[in-house]
């Protein structure tokens, strides 16, 4: 049971074995079995009441309220004597308990299974695996090679120690983080960095952990022990942003902060007092009688109902909210902070620009370029090669880690490479203008004579302008967070309209700024890649972007989107606002039933009959009024 309604979720053991919860069935799984069967008891005692068979049904209320409160109460007690928290499940507990000393078994019973159902439903929302943040970890390999000796030798990865010499051959990931000693390679970090684009180093170039070395042997001195490096690091930022965000108090328990203690204290007056001026046994009544009209049935059953409505239709559009929590804050989102890769773009480098050298067209730059390009794993080189399905068959092939490619063909000799490493002579002017327009450039020499230059670039995603046009005109700001390079960030903003731009980020940075960002204006934080994930857990509401996204920035963030499309976005934002709406008028509606009951309560104008009454109509208005909230807008 969560802390909404006073309780705690147990601390798991350290070493214990990790159960998968969200596979356990309902019937074995007590946080929804317990309330089930009270609901089931409540049900059988009405059709027992309503036969006529008064005392049965009274024994069976009595096994309803039991197992309804058993989720609650403790919990709400315990919060109460060793935290000194006032929860609305204290206040809940107080209510149940007036309504059974006033002989209300029924009511109190109906409280029960109403609050531990609303409880367990929102729960069993948020309860989602825990593995996705640990896998992070399994991107670091069991074991490395280092270089002692004059000789390599295999040890335990978590044995490393900074100061080391690691031998990573092509296909393997780095161990730790390091720094380039001799080899020229590229390094695959889309798993760590999100950014498709591979990142070339060569000697004194840092590598972070758990980057795939995609093409030349490298040998890498470690700068960090393989038990505290740049992904240990990730996952205790995201445990850190978690624990803390779980401190913040749900709605209900912040009305419930000053109202438990006013009621307990206004009870007592009325019996004590009262009892002083009259008679006590008719002070003493209305005492009870105010405990139960200040009762937040209707809150209690609501506010968690109205969520759970919201959540389920959300689902119907492909938006899954975590918890009841993320729900609430979700509707008050006014800024957004946005990963570049992944999310703004389709994460698929594809071929943008050619412009071919004197001598040659653009077809036949694409074709000789492809031609040797098809015989490498390079993601550029695959984005070149689909430009050019139809191209010939290159022979001879040899790469040359952290430079390029060559081969023949059709009996030329062809080159592909780097501005760093083919001089762009003629094309000098147009290689920087692509640049300038975020495409990554390789140059095409046939036979040493510059043949033409191409450029690849990961689009952005077609309905971007007209999500970030529509946040805007929400009343949301939008700003870029990515690691890719600053050049390519802007070219890329200026076309989805973004104007915030910040770049070249580390994955501490992005969590900084939206620790920041969230400390002014409350703000979400949408991404897909492992980077994200301490930036996702430390905004007001996190957003994991595609089901094919990270485990880690699933399980760091509140809210996950099924699909890529951005433009759910403020489709999630409006269904959570008009949800908030709603929320908002069954708060002031319960607040107001309460209000006006107590007065009448204390003066005797109602007793309990009437005081009861009026909460079960309160309790079916607001109740049909919360599942407007299950109307989702397609």
Not at 159 to 167: A, E, I, M, T, Y
Not at 274 to 291: F, K, Y
Request: negative net charge; glycine residues 10%.
């Amino acid at each position: 049971m969560s802390a909404a309604c006073g309780c705690e979720a147990p601390t798991p053991t350290p070493g214990a074995p990790e159960e998968h919860e969200e596979h356990r069935p309902w019937w074995r799984d007590a946080a929804i079995l317990l309330p089930a069967l009270s609901g089931l008891a409540f049900l059988t005692g009405l059709v027992l009441e309503w036969s006529g068979a008064g005392l049965v049904a009274t024994v069976v209320f009595w096994v309803g309220l039991v197992l309804g409160a058993w989720t609650f109460v403790p919990g709400a007690l315990r919060g109460l004597f060793t935290r000194g928290r006032l929860g609305i499940g204290l206040l809940m507990t107080i209510s149940a308990i007036g309504a059974v000393i006033l002989g209300y078994i029924e009511e109190a019973a109906a409280l029960a299974f109403l609050y531990s159902i609303a409880e367990a439903l929102e729960d069993k929302a948020m309860d989602r695996a825990r593995a996705g943040l640990r896998a992070l970890l399994k991107l670091v390999p069991e074991t490395a090679t280092i270089r002692a000796g004059g000789a390599t030798v295999e040890v335990e990865a978590k044995d490393l120690r900074p100061g080391q010499v690691l031998v990573v051959r092509p296909g393997e990931r780095v161990a730790t983080d390091g720094i380039v000693r001799t080899g020229r390679s590229s390094l695959d970090t889309s798993a760590i960095t999100g950014e498709s684009i591979p990142e070339e180093v060569a000697p004194g170039d840092e590598v972070p952990a758990g980057a795939i070395n995609s093409a030349g042997a490298l040998e890498v001195e470690t700068t960090a022990a393989g038990t505290d490096n740049s992904l240990t690091t990730l996952v205790d930022l995201v445990e850190q942003a978690q624990a803390e965000k779980g401190d913040r108090a749900r709605i209900a328990d912040r009305i419930a902060q000053p109202l438990v203690p006013g009621v307990m204290i206004l009870a007592v007056l009325v019996g004590v007092i009262g009892s002083l001026l009259g008679d006590p046994e008719t002070w003493i009544t209305r005492a009870l009688v105010v405990l139960v009209a200040a009762s937040p049935c209707a809150l209690a059953i609501s506010v968690p109902l109205t969520v759970v409505a919201a959540i389920g239709a959300a689902s119907q559009f492909g938006v899954v909210i975590k918890s009841g929590a993320a729900f609430e804050r979700l509707g008050g989102i006014r800024h957004l902070a946005v990963d570049k890769t992944g999310t703004l773009t389709r994460n698929q480098p594809e071929v943008t620009g050619v412009v071919p050298a004197d001598g040659f067209d653009r077809a036949q730059v694409l074709s000789f370029a492809a031609a040797v390009e098809q015989q490498s794993t390079h993601p550029l080189a695959a984005a070149i090669a689909a430009a050019g399905p139809e191209a010939p068959t290159a022979s001879d092939i040899s790469e040359e880690a952290g430079h390029g490619i060559g081969g023949t063909v059709e009996g030329r000799r062809v080159l592909v490479g780097s501005p760093r490493w083919i001089d762009a002579g003629p094309l000098k002017a147009d290689v920087e203008r692509m640049e300038s327009e975020g495409q990554t450039c390789v140059l095409v020499t046939v036979d040493d004579a510059l043949a033409g230059a191409i450029g690849v670039r990961d689009e952005l995603r077609p309905e971007v302008p007209e999500a970030v046009q529509t946040l805007r005109a929400n009343d949301v700001e939008v700003s870029m967070l990515t690691g890719d390079n600053t050049r390519t960030a802007r070219a890329l903003a200026v076309i989805a309209g973004i104007d915030d731009v910040r770049a070249e980020l580390r994955p501490e940075d992005k969590a900084s700024i939206v620790a920041e960002l969230s400390s002014k204006t409350p703000t979400a934080m949408i991404g897909d890649g492992i980077n994200d994930a301490p930036a996702l857990a430390g905004a007001t509401v996190g957003i994991a972007m595609g089901a094919t996204g990270s485990d880690a920035a699933i399980e760091s963030a509140d809210v996950a989107f099924t699909g890529h499309d951005l433009r759910l976005i403020p489709k999630a934002l409006q269904h959570a606002r008009r949800g908030s709406r709603i929320i908002n008028q069954n708060i002031v509606l319960s607040l107001a039933i309460i209000i006006v009951l107590m007065p009448l309560a204390i003066s005797g104008v109602l007793g309990l009959a009437a005081v009861v009454l009026v909460h079960e109509v309160a309790e079916v208005i607001v109740i049909l009024n919360g599942l407007r909230a299950a109307q989702a807008k397609r």
